[in-house]
Every structure is written in C-alpha cells, then in structure tokens.
C-alpha cells in the first residue's frame, strides 16, 4: 500500500509537462538525464528515511531521560525502599519503556521509524536557526511554484478546449495549429482574456478555502487517483494505437541542448516526493525491505515515464506537442469519441482543483511555523486574514503574468525542488550522523542508514545540486541575453 501512495505521489502535474520537455531536449538526453535524476532521488530519498530513523531514536532517547529524571523525584520524594517499587511496577515498566542503554534481544530497536517526523521537525533538530530558515525559505517557495503551476494549469485547460478559431471546439485542439493569445475566443473575447476570466473564476472559487483547514479529503484523493489512472492509460493506448497504424507524424531529434534547462527541471518536480516521505513511510508497520521497496517503486516510474514520454514524441511533431500532454488528445482526428476527448482534455482542471486547496493551506501552516514564536498567538486579522492572503495572492499574480506551463514547472523544479530534492536530505543525513554519534556514541549503527552511507555520496550530491543552480542560472541569463 506505501508502495502504491508513494507511486501515486510522485506521478503528478509535472508527468503532463514531460512529453513537451523530451521533444525538446531530444530522446537520447531525455532519457539518459531522466535516469540519472531518477537515481539521484532515489538515494536523496534513503537519507531521508535515515534522518527518520536517527529523529525516532533522538526523541525515544529524550523521553527516556525526561521519564528517568520523573522517577526519580518520585522515588526521592516518597518513602517506599526501592525493593518495594521493584516489585510493584518492575514488569509494567520492563514492558513499556524500552532499554536504549544496551540492545537486548527482543527489545525494541531505537532506531524503529514508529513516530512521524516531519521534515520541518528534522531540520530543527539537526540545523542551527539559519539551516531551520533557508530549509523553511525552500519549501515555501517550492509550494509557491506548486500553486502558480496549478493556478495556470486548469485556466489554460480550459481555455484551450472552449476557445476555438473554426467555431468546432471539441475538434480545434491539438491539430497541430498554433494559436497566439491575441486570437479571438468567442466574439470580442480574446483568449487571453479567457484565460484570465477562468483564472478568476479559478481563484474564487478554491481560493477561500485557503482561509480555512481543509479536512477529511479521502474520498477526494481516491476520486482522483482513479481519473489520473484512466487518463494516463487512455493516452498510452491511444498514441500507442495511432502509432501501429503508421500515422505517427514524430521524428525526435536525439540531442538538443537547449532543451536540457526545461528537462532538468520538469524532471527533478516529476521525481518529488521527499518532503512527503515522513507520512508515506511511518505507516508502513515492516520496514526491514523498504529501501528495496522505495526502489521499486522508482524503477516502475522510471519505465512509466519513459512509456509516456516515448509514446508522445513518436505519435506527436514536436511543433504540436502541448504544454500539457492531455490537450494533444482533444483532436478528433486523434480520437473521434466526445466523451473521451473531452475527459482528457478537462481531466486537469479536476485533479489540479482537488489538490489547490491542499497545497494552499500547507503553505500557509508553513508561514506560520516560520514566523511562530515559543508560546506567541498570532492576532485573528494576522492568522486569518494575513496568513491566508500572502499564500494565495502571489501565485495568482503569477499565473496572470504568464500560463508557460514548461517554464514554470522548469524554474519550480531547477530552483526549489533542487534544493528540496538534493540539498536538504543530504545535510539531513550528514547532521543526523553526527547527531546519533554524539548522543549515541561512535559504535551506534542506525538500522535505517542508507545504502549510501559513505561520506562521498553526500558530498557528490551537494557538489550536483550547487552545479545544477550555476548551470540553471547561468541558462537563464544566457537565453535572455540572446533574446
């Protein structure tokens, strides 16, 4: 079952962006940075659990002392000899408190994962007060991005399948013509104004619930899983039909450099799960295997990914690939079923409105972890009014100025999922270790240690994830430049 939340997880909004992105860069790159990327979170995300292991084992540890120093006021306080306490509550508290001093068969391991720790709670027992600031910095701007992606994404969905140039919008998407934002919509309307009507429509309807909790969204969850599911086959199956009857019009080129920035980006959002791992891998009640597990599960994404990626550039020219992938198929020469050109065509707007309001409340508990001051309340106006508003303002503004989905995943995943995904577990990893040595002593191995457990791995990944900001920046500067 983690194994499958996991899977579910990490194929998101970024998979939709993906075909576009491998036209672009060229297959042979593609692939090879896709598998790089793939392996790169795959061992960001072991030290991630290790971090896990060595917060369960430090909090188990600090309850154990506080429990001790407990005891003994009682014991001081009271007149009972210690041969009396010994044979009233000896058993009871063999039982339930856990021997951390010497490892005793069949006592439990005190680095057992059996209580979640968020990576918040990580990075504030492991970094100085600027680590616990520039990781909060981090994830904040990262969910920003994640809801100026959404903000854009079901605007533009909407307005690519209602705007039509021909009069006949089930059949004027995706056939290949190129439309300008100054083109007319319907009557006056240009699509840009569209746009920017959804965007409002958008924002007003899934934007007050910023300013409450959002609770109790299973059925919600498992409702989209199962449309992502439908939508990512039917795609699948239909370029795969479209291509073994010999109208596919894709002839990728094998290398493009240019395209590397997007790919990189897209790539590392598509492969982002880290910051979701504490709840995904504390329920798991064996996790003797999961590092096995974890790697499966990137293995089948890996091959998803490549199936809907290599389906989509040899079914599609590069010119009519979609910023997102789901629009190709809103064609009628690809699909003359209404119901299904339909479906993929508006299947965004239904699985990005879901995820909104989750995304916004997230971000707005952050801000307030962030600003939050031992035993301080935050005035009503502040808590319900401020907190809220900067959450959601920000990313709307930015889906006004822009709807380039490619770019916006591209700079979300180069700039903050960069450090998300490479450079917050690896210094999670690297402070845990000298954490548990210090509390522990040097001999304590944590049963959870990554299969990357040499030093060399940690810095190999901050050495790539420092890189890969001069090489993104550098891309920008360079591109705009020529511009």
Known sequence: VGLVYMFNLIVGTGALTMPKAFATAGWLVSLVLLMFLGFMSYMTTTFVVEAMAAANAQLRWKRMEKRKEDDDEEDSSSGVSDSDVLLQDGYERAETRPILSVQ?????????????????????????????????????????????????????????????????????????????????????????????????????????????????????????SLMRWIAFILMIILALIRISRGQAEGHPSMAQLSGIRNLFGVCVYSFMCQHSLPSLITPISKKKHVNKLVLLDYILILAFYSLLSFTAIYCFRNDT????????????????????????????????????????????????????????????????????????????????CTHDLESLVGITGAYAGNGIQYLIPAFLAYCSRKDTQLVFGSGTVNKHLSPFRHTFWIVFVLIWGFSCFVFVTANIVLSESKL
């Not at 992606?149 to 079901?154: D, E, F, L, P």
């Not at 508006?346 to 995304?359: A, D, E, G, M």
């Not at 916004?360 to 031992?374: G, P, S």
């Open 321 to 400: 690939l979609m910023d997102m992938y789901t629009l190709n198929f809103t064609n009628c020469e690809i699909i003359n079923v209404a119901f299904i050109r339909y479906f993929l065509g508006l299947f965004p707007v239904f699985t990005i409105s879901t995820n909104f309001p989750i995304i916004a409340v997230t971000l707005r508990n952050n801000w307030k972890t962030l600003f939050h001051r031992e035993g301080g309340t935050y005035p009503w106006v502040v808590d319900r009014i401020v907190f809220p508003a900067i959450t959601l303002i920000p990313p709307v503004l930015v889906a006004f």
């Open 104 to 224: 005793r068969r069949g006592s439990p391991n005190i680095f057992e994962i059996t209580e979640r720790v968020e990576m918040g709670q990580m990075a504030s027992m492991f970094f100085n007060k600027v680590g616990v600031n520039l990781f909060y910095f981090c994830i904040i701007i990262y969910l920003y991005g994640d809801l100026a992606i959404y903000a854009a994404a079901v605007p533009v969905s909407l307005m690519q399948v209602t705007c039509s140039v021909t009069g006949n919008h089930s059949c004027s998407v995706g056939d290949g013509t190129k439309y300008n934002d100054t083109d007319k919509c319907w009557g006056p309307i240009r699509r840009i104004d569209a746009y920017r009507l959804y965007l409002a429509a958008f924002t007003l309807l899934l934007g007050p619930f910023t300013f409450f909790n959002v609770q109790k969204t299973k059925y919600l969850q498992i409702m989209t």
